[in-house]
T-cell receptor, first 113, second 117 residues
Framework: GAGVSQTPSNKVTEKGKYVELRCDPISGHTALYWYRQSLGQGPEFLIYFQGTGAADDSGLPNDRFFAVRPEGSVSTLKIQRTERGDSAVYLC???????????FGEGSRLTVL | AQKVTQAQTEISVVEKEDVTLDCVYETRDTTYYLFWYKQPPSGELVFLIRRNSFDEQNEISGRYSWNFQKSTSSFNFTITASQVVDSAVYFCALSEIGGTSYGKLTFGQGTILTVHP
């Protein structure tokens, strides 16, 4: 499809498990962002990639969270030793260059039991 | 630190009514971007508008209009003649300009708009 694709759309896991969330941005978009949205809240910035490198990871809550974008396209958000507080919708967005206009995917809903 | 406040948690209107969504922001930056995004039930945020802080002209796009007032740090959004399809959560957001700040948005908590037929 032409939009930002995120998989899985839903993930239920147990506390302490490892989780990977994938984002496939719009073709040709060099900037890629991860946000987290808790119930009833606005999205919160996690990390931003320009090409393959993380240009700003100041929003990652702790060292259990890590993200990669090895070839400058698909990105994976990795969460180790999940906690119940990690339950949220994880949104990915991409942007052509640095416009500030973000194209969001439908998100991956993570539930940690 | 940046902050965006959307004081209206929920608004309910009847179709064809006009509705205004309020947004107040705080920032120490002298230049910044302001945004509005729409989040329909599908969950995918949709970009509506970006406004540069040194352009205070109001903007109209069809039934949508935006009123930016730097003096009161507000960026309000009005939907004229609302329709059922306008029902969604609307987010106001703010970002710095430059460097790695593009796309690093600070969002408000959102306003749930319900338009009844």
């Amino acid at each position: 499809g032409a939009g930002v694709s995120q998989t899985p759309s839903n993930k239920v896991t147990e506390k302490g498990k490892y989780v990977e969330l994938r984002c496939d941005p719009i073709s040709g978009h060099t900037a890629l962002y991860w946000y987290r949205q808790s119930l009833g809240q606005g999205p919160e910035f996690l990390i931003y990639f320009q090409g393959t490198g993380a240009a700003d990871d100041s929003g990652l809550p702790n060292d259990r969270f890590f993200a990669v974008r090895p070839e400058g396209s698909v990105s994976t958000l990795k969460i180790q030793r999940t906690e119940r507080g990690d339950s949220a919708v994880y949104l990915c967005a991409s942007s052509p260059q640095l416009t500030g206009e973000l194209f969001f995917g439908e998100g991956s809903r993570l539930t940690v039991l | 630190a940046q902050k965006v406040t959307q004081a209206q948690t929920e608004i309910s209107v009847v179709e064809k009514e006009d509705v205004t969504l309020d947004c107040v922001y705080e920032t120490r930056d002298t230049t910044y971007y302001l945004f509005w995004y729409k989040q329909p039930p599908s969950g995918e945020l949709v970009f509506l508008i970006r406004r540069n802080s040194f352009d205070e002209q109001n903007e109209i796009s069809g039934r949508y209009s935006w009123n930016f007032q730097k003096s009161t740090s507000s960026f309000n959004f009005t939907i004229t003649a609302s329709q059922v399809v306008d029902s969604a959560v609307y987010f106001c957001a703010l970002s710095e300009i430059g460097g790695t700040s593009y796309g690093k948005l600070t969002f408000g908590q959102g306003t749930i708009l319900t338009v009844h037929p």
